[in-house]
C-alpha cells in the first residue's frame, strides 16, 4: 500500500522567513495530494492540495509543488506568521470512491516573533 | 459554513468496556470515514464507509470494530471491548464524493 515519508519532523523559523516541508510518496497511483494544518487540540484543515496534473498550485504565501516522476511533493510557506505555528500533515491519496488518505508523520512548525 | 461534529470530546472508559464515538457528517456528503491519531502521532485511517456499507478498511480496524449509521445523519464507531491502546483521538470526515475531506475536531478516547 502507499506509504508517504515527511520532512523535517519540526522546523523553526523566524517570523518572515519561509518555510519548506518535504514529502515523499511510494504508489505512483497516487494522484491528490493534500496539506492539512492542525493546530492543538483541534482536526485537521485542509490548507491546499493539488492533483497529479498539474505541477505547481498557490493559494496566497502558500504554495505546494508536485515532482510525480520523482514522487514528491512540497509545501512552501512564505512570510510566515506567528500565527502559521502548527503541525501540518501532507497526504495521498488515489480518490477512488472517496478519498481515504495516507498521512505523512507530520512537521511541528514554530514561527518565532 | 457546515462542519463535521462529533460527541463526546473526550471520554475516558475502563478497559473492556464498550464505547460509541458519535459524529453527524456534513449533510450533502456521502463518504464517510473514521481516522485514528495516536498522541504524537500520525493521523491513520481506520474505515470508510458509502451507500450504507463498508467500504475500505484497515489492518487496525478489527473485529472490535464496527460502524453504522443507524439514521440518515448519525455516523457512529463502536469499539466493542476496548483496550489501553485503543486511547487516542479518534477524528470523523466526510466529502461528497472525491476531493477534499473535512475532519471534525474529534473525540479523545482514554483507556484505563
Known amino acids: 500500500g502507499e506509504n508517504v515519508e515527511q520532512h523535517p519532523s519540526t522546523l523553526s523559523v523566524q517570523e518572515g522567513d519561509s518555510a519548506v516541508i518535504k514529502c515523499t510518496y511510494s504508489?505512483?497511483?497516487?494522484?491528490?495530494f493534500p496539506w492539512y494544518k492542525q493546530e492543538l487540540g483541534k482536526g485537521p484543515q485542509l490548507i491546499i492540495d493539488?492533483?497529479?496534473?498539474?505541477g505547481e498550485k498557490k493559494d496566497q504565501r502558500i504554495a505546494v509543488t508536485l515532482n510525480k516522476t520523482a514522487k514528491h511533493f512540497s509545501l512552501h510557506i512564505t512570510e510566515t506568521q506567528p500565527e502559521d505555528s502548527a503541525v501540518y500533515f501532507c497526504a495521498a491519496s488515489k480518490m477512488e470512491y472517496g478519498n481515504k488518505l495516507v498521512f505523512g508523520a507530520g512537521t511541528i512548525l514554530r514561527v518565532k516573533s | 459554513e457546515p462542519e463535521v461534529t462529533q460527541t463526546p470530546s473526550h471520554q475516558v472508559t475502563q478497559m473492556g468496556q464498550e464505547v460509541i464515538l458519535r459524529c453527524v457528517p456534513i449533510?450533502?456528503?456521502?463518504?464517510f470515514y473514521w481516522y485514528r491519531q495516536i498522541l504524537g502521532q500520525k493521523v491513520e485511517f481506520l474505515v470508510s464507509f458509502y451507500n450504507n456499507e463498508i467500504s475500505e478498511k484497515s489492518e487496525i480496524f478489527d473485529d472490535q470494530f464496527s460502524v453504522e449509521r443507524p439514521d440518515g445523519s448519525n455516523f457512529t464507531l463502536k469499539i466493542r471491548s476496548t483496550k489501553l491502546e485503543d486511547s487516542a483521538m479518534y477524528f470523523c470526515a466526510s466529502n461528497r464524493n472525491t476531493g477534499e475531506l473535512f475532519f471534525g475536531e474529534g473525540s479523545r478516547l482514554t483507556v484505563l
Open positions: 493539488i492533483r497529479s496534473n498539474v
Open positions: 449533510s450533502n456528503h456521502l463518504y
Open positions: 504508489d505512483s497511483a497516487s494522484n491528490y
